[in-house]
């Protein structure tokens, strides 16, 4: 007989999907805030550069202000109102969607430089 308090009270491990099966949900996650950053890029960041504003540029590439105590009693932690805190071509707005989408295309295989 099967003994189904064990089954299920053990340790289950949930599968981690990765590559295809994960990337219409990256896309749907990412892509916002990478094209977002693109269309910034295009507009408003080369405008800055031309006129050497750095201040502005100094304002769009500021990432979020790090956590306080203050933002541990909010709802969300804080995270929404530190994110509308960064810069448009922030590393925290962009490029870590684009890292992370990316991340969606590796292979969890063990590289042969690692082995050695």
Do not use: C, H, M
């Amino acid at each position: 007989s099967i003994n189904f308090a064990a089954i299920l009270t053990s340790n289950v491990n949930t599968a981690q999907a990765r590559g295809r099966a994960t990337l219409d949900q990256a896309y749907e996650r990412y892509t916002p805030r990478i094209v977002a950053g693109g269309e910034f890029f295009i507009r408003d960041f080369k405008k800055l550069i031309e006129k050497n504003d750095w201040p502005g540029i100094k304002a769009a590439t500021s990432d979020p202000p790090k956590k306080s105590k203050q933002d541990r009693s909010k709802i969300d932690g804080g995270i929404a109102e530190r994110a509308a805190l960064a810069g448009k071509f922030s590393d925290a707005r962009v490029l870590v969607a684009a890292d992370l989408f990316a991340s969606t295309f590796s292979d969890n295989s063990i590289s042969p430089k690692t082995k050695k």
